[in-house]
């Protein structure tokens, strides 16, 4: 057994999952000029460069790296001599001190410098450069690593990953003691990344029983937010009762009990319904309850005379050179008349021409309108298509960064107190909008306010729950437009005719006979994947004047050898080769590197972001990252445990290396993360799947993500199977039988 105590000179490999670490001690021996380096390979729960170890274990000699100590066991001590101090200091462990400054310190403090920052701090401020304040931030990070080692090393003891116990200690500080002891099923409510079947596994370490009421009244909750991620904003209890049951694996009866309790603390909204019961989680009910509420109230009358409209938008057509179809005349005429309005349609339905039009129209009535839509992307291409500007509905209702339980997590400046100024709201792409969006959105308007929803209601639903488009539409409850028609110019391009086709469940020809649209018959996913890389490397950047990264390979699964990790792996190293210059690191189990394209999969409210100008000027800043957006890692700092990412726009954003978990890379993505995106080109690796995958709108939401060129490689009879197969996944969801019975009510007066 060897014995190794030094500083931790620099680390070169960490895993922040398991805490698998590469690092190198330096001996800061005071009676020697000479430092003794150690590689020293193990799994430490939380170090970072500077910090003072005495480790032990075994010697070896690795054929690559030369003699390593295998650790068994190590403990942090505090530095007892000036040079391991001023090491510590100066290492960025705590920001503010550099190598000079801790020079500084340590030569006014020697070897009573820690005892000084923990005891007297406010003696820091004798030191040259170090206000009372900054004293007091010095001491306070100090204290604050100590803290979070301990936390640490108390959390390891549950079996939690170094990342997800970083995220923790973060979340709760000290707290985090009492919330393990007491109920750690919070974790599960509290910390994102961290499920029931985590939390289960923590709380059984801390000694809870298998048939606890926190357990299994954190397994009713957690399977109704786990339907929420699946698009549903109930359950049936029949389903909820099983899907529990099988979780927790006790008795049925247990389960029944609990719910009843968890109604009774109106955690849970049991609604009667059609002979059976609905299980809402409370938030979610009174949502779509408000929801209806206000879309209602919003659907208010306006007086116009429709021959007077009729001559306005002549004069329209005659100014842009554009003339409409009937049922573009009837969107707009409708849009001047309804306080709410659907238009809805596929592509090269003339959805554009119309919105502009509506635009016209209302500001030479003198109305004050917002443009906005659900994504970065799609807000870009309506500023760039409309000519005016467009912003996400995010950014359109100013979100904060706060917290607001009721949309969870977001909280926005704009809502009932304080609404949009302005006379009309037009949103397009409306299929991506959830319920919690569209809560935050109807919060934000008036009656008098009119609101335009424009959206392809054939396209995948949102992700986040709520069949919220459909479920609009199917009530009846305002005018809707549906646009039909297939302009001359859009008809030209074979992706727009091959779209409707598709949507039509009618056989597409495959014979590559046009300019934009390709198939590549291939039968083995080794083939597909060399036909992939051929295409964005050489052929496609020159053929649709675009660069690599432009370039967006969509596919329909995540696991698998043409899934997206798997494809992820391998454009990597050919999109963004691994170079001396460029910094990496391991999260999660997925290698991430400066310049990789990536994407963020999880919607953060609190993250800040900046833009910055040439200078490094910080000119504009806000809050909020969210599923979907796309980017590029800029820069992976090891020592400041921070990645900076820069996403549509020149937002600059910092992740803390704990929150990489909502990080991927996208080179390659599903095609349900592609909604509200519009790519020069787009390839899709089609060859076999599970049935509930390979569905018509997928294929044609993938298919209409495109404007120049489609590519689809592989199995021409999974295709036409793809447009045979009209299953799609059921969503619990009852809006539209809110707004039914909502408008009855009022019709008999009941309140």
């Known amino acids: 057994m060897k014995e190794v105590e030094g500083y931790v000179d620099r680390i070169t490999y960490r895993n922040e999952d398991n805490g698998y670490t590469v690092l190198y001690l330096s001996n800061p021996s005071p009676d020697s000029n000479e430092e003794e380096e150690v590689c020293c390979v193990g799994n430490f729960s939380f170090v970072s460069e500077g910090e003072y170890l005495l480790v032990k274990g075994k010697e070896v000699i690795h054929k690559s790296y030369g003699p390593q100590v295998q650790v068994e066991s190590y403990e942090e001590k505090q530095p007892d001599n000036a040079v391991a101090m001023e090491r510590y200091l100066g290492s960025g462990a705590i920001k503010g001190i550099g190598p000079a400054l801790a020079a500084r310190i340590v030569r006014r403090f020697a070897d009573d410098t820690f005892q000084i920052i923990e005891r007297e701090p406010e003696r820091l401020a004798e030191v040259k450069g170090i206000s009372t304040k900054m004293a007091i931030s010095i001491a306070n990070q100090f204290c604050e690593k100590k803290?979070?080692?301990?936390?640490?090393?108390?959390?390891?003891?549950?079996?939690?990953?170094?990342?997800?116990?970083?995220?923790?200690?973060?979340h709760y500080k000290e707290d985090v003691y009492e919330v393990l002891n007491k109920n750690p099923y919070r974790l599960a409510e509290d910390i994102n990344g961290i499920g029931f079947k985590l939390a289960d596994t923590i709380a059984q370490k801390a000694g809870f029983k298998k048939d606890s009421q926190f357990r299994i009244q954190a397994g009713i909750l957690y399977t109704l937010q786990?339907?929420?991620?699946?698009?549903?904003?109930?359950?049936?209890?029949?389903?909820?009762?099983?899907?529990t049951t099988e979780l927790l694996m006790i008795d049925k009866s247990q389960v029944e009990w609990e719910i009843d309790g968890l109604s009774l603390n109106k955690e849970i909204i049991i609604q009667e319904c059609f002979e059976e019961r609905r299980l809402y989680a409370s938030r979610l009910y009174y949502m779509e309850l408000n929801c209806a509420r206000m879309l209602i109230d919003l659907n208010i009358n306006f007086a116009a005379e429709e021959n007077v409209l009729q001559k306005k938008v002549m004069g329209i057509e005659r100014n842009e050179g554009i003339r409409l179809d009937e049922l573009q005349k009837q969107a707009v005429y409708q849009t001047v008349l309804n306080g709410v309005m659907i238009i809805t349609g596929g592509p090269g339905t003339g959805k554009t021409t119309t919105i502009n039009t509506i635009i016209n129209l209302l500001e030479n009535e003198g109305l004050d309108i917002l443009l906005a839509a659900p994504t970065g992307r799609a807000a870009k291409r309506m500023s760039e298509t409309s000519g005016r500007e467009a912003q996400t509905i995010h950014r359109l209702l100013e979100i904060n960064g706060g917290v607001n339980n009721d949309d969870r997590?977001?909280?926005?400046?704009?809502?009932?107190?304080?609404?949009?100024?302005?006379?009309?709201?037009?949103?397009?792409?409306?299929?991506?909008?959830?319920?919690?969006?569209?809560?935050?959105?109807l919060k934000a308007l008036?009656?008098?306010?009119?609101?335009?929803?424009?959206?392809?209601v054939n396209q995948l639903p949102s992700v986040g729950p709520g069949n919220v488009l459909k479920d609009m539409i199917q009530s009846g409850f305002c005018n809707v437009v549906k646009l039909n028609r297939i302009f001359r110019q859009a008809a030209e391009s074979e992706i727009v005719t091959n779209a409707h086709k598709i949507n039509a469940g009618i056989k597409i020809s495959l014979d590559n006979k046009n300019m934009d649209f390709f198939h590549l018959e291939r039968d083995n996913p080794n083939d597909v994947t060399n036909v992939i890389i051929q295409l964005i490397m050489k052929n496609l950047p020159y053929y649709v004047d675009a660069k690599p990264y432009d370039i967006q390979v969509l596919t329909p699964m995540r696991k698998g050898e043409l899934g997206v990790e798997n494809l992820n792996k391998i454009l990597q190293n050919y999109m963004n080769m691994p170079s001396y210059d460029k910094n990496e690191r391991e999260f999660h189990g997925v290698l991430f590197r400066e310049n990789d394209k990536v994407m963020q999969v999880k919607n953060n409210y609190q993250i800040k972001w900046t833009k910055k100008n040439k200078f490094g000027d910080v000119y504009e800043e806000g809050t909020g990252v969210f599923n979907g957006d796309t980017g590029v890692i800029r820069r992976i700092l090891e020592i400041e445990e921070k990645v900076v990412a820069e996403f549509d726009e020149g937002r600059l954003v910092e992740?803390?290396?704990?929150?990489?978990?909502?990080?991927?890379?996208?080179?390659?993505?599903?095609?349900?993360?592609?909604?509200?995106?519009?790519?020069?080109?787009?390839?899709?690796?089609?060859?076999?799947?599970?049935?509930?995958?390979?569905?018509?709108?997928?294929?044609?939401?993938?298919?209409?993500?495109?404007?120049?060129?489609?590519?689809?490689?592989?199995?021409?009879?999974?295709?036409?199977?793809?447009?045979?197969?009209?299953?799609?996944?059921?969503?619990?969801?009852?809006?539209?039988?809110?707004?039914i019975e909502m408008e009855e009510n009022d019709k008999k007066g009941i309140i």
């Open 147 to 170: 803290q979070m080692r301990s936390a640490m090393m108390f959390l390891q003891e549950f079996g939690i990953s170094m990342n997800m116990a970083a995220k923790i200690y973060k």
């Open 226 to 243: 786990q339907s929420g991620g699946n698009g549903h904003c109930f359950l049936p209890e029949l389903e909820l009762v099983n899907i």
């Open 409 to 441: 997590g977001m909280s926005f400046e704009r809502n009932e107190l304080n609404p949009l100024e302005a006379d009309a709201v037009i949103v397009d792409e409306f299929s991506m909008v959830d319920i919690y969006l569209l809560h935050a959105l």
């Open 446 to 456: 008036v009656p008098g306010t009119r609101l335009i929803m424009v959206g392809d």
């Open 655 to 739: 992740y803390d290396f704990s929150d990489m978990d909502e990080m991927e890379l996208a080179y390659a993505i599903t095609i349900h993360k592609s909604q509200g995106s519009e790519y020069p080109a787009v390839i899709i690796p089609i060859l076999s799947g599970p049935n509930m995958l390979l569905t018509r709108n997928l294929l044609y939401t993938a298919v209409t993500r495109a404007r120049k060129c489609v590519t689809l490689v592989g199995s021409s009879a999974t295709i036409y199977k793809m447009i045979g197969n009209i299953n799609e996944k059921k969503r619990y969801s009852s809006l539209c039988q809110r707004i």
